[in-house]
């Protein structure tokens, strides 16, 4: 039978490509020229540093840029909140991957509601859909294409 896993992920690797190029942007940039503007990685997690607010906006479009360019959809990143640590100010930016349990019931449900011959079932942080025919499993990737979900989407594993 047809199948295909529907998942949330992207290439560690490229984020901190991303990110060094982004610090290098910073470095260079004239309007940062004297501060102590900076982004660190810890996994998944990446902190930005500098002297203003409007300066860590900007970095903010600076990172968003490069992950962009990098093949990293920017609706991953999860924006926390702003803290000032003396004459600095500090925000964090999480790198979001794979499909927690809420996402994934909400991605079965909608599958179900389409009425569709096509079977989906939870296994860790993807979903597997499978169906008789490639059309109906095409079809559930086009409306999950189109509907709004808070996390992008990737389907792989695709087999006959």
């Known amino acids: 039978m047809p199948s295909f896993d529907i998942v ?27 501060s102590s503007a900076k982004f660190e990685q810890n ?22 840029t490069k992950l962009n360019r990098r093949g990293i959809d920017i609706t991953c990143l999860k924006l926390g909140e702003v803290e000032k640590l003396g004459k600095q100010v500090k925000q964090s930016v999480t790198l ?7 996402l994934a019931r909400k991605i079965v449900k909608m599958i179900k509601d389409k009425k ?9 942080d993807k979903v597997r859909v499978t169906g008789k025919k490639r ?5 559930v990737m086009a409306m999950l294409k189109d509907a709004s979900i808070e996390m992008p989407l990737q389907f792989n594993n695709f087999r006959d």
């Open 8 to 34: 949330s992920e992207f290439e560690m690797h490229e984020a901190v490509n991303a990110v060094d190029q982004a610090n290098r942007e910073v470095n260079t940039r004239f309007d940062f020229k004297g």
């Open 96 to 102: 979001r991957q794979g499909l927690d349990s809420d």
């Open 43 to 64: 996994k998944d997690v990446i902190t930005m540093t500098a002297e203003a607010e409007f300066q860590l906006q900007q970095m903010y479009d600076i990172l968003q």
């Open 135 to 139: 059309d109906d499993l095409q079809s």
């Open 116 to 124: 569709l011959k096509v079977q989906a079932a939870i296994q860790g």
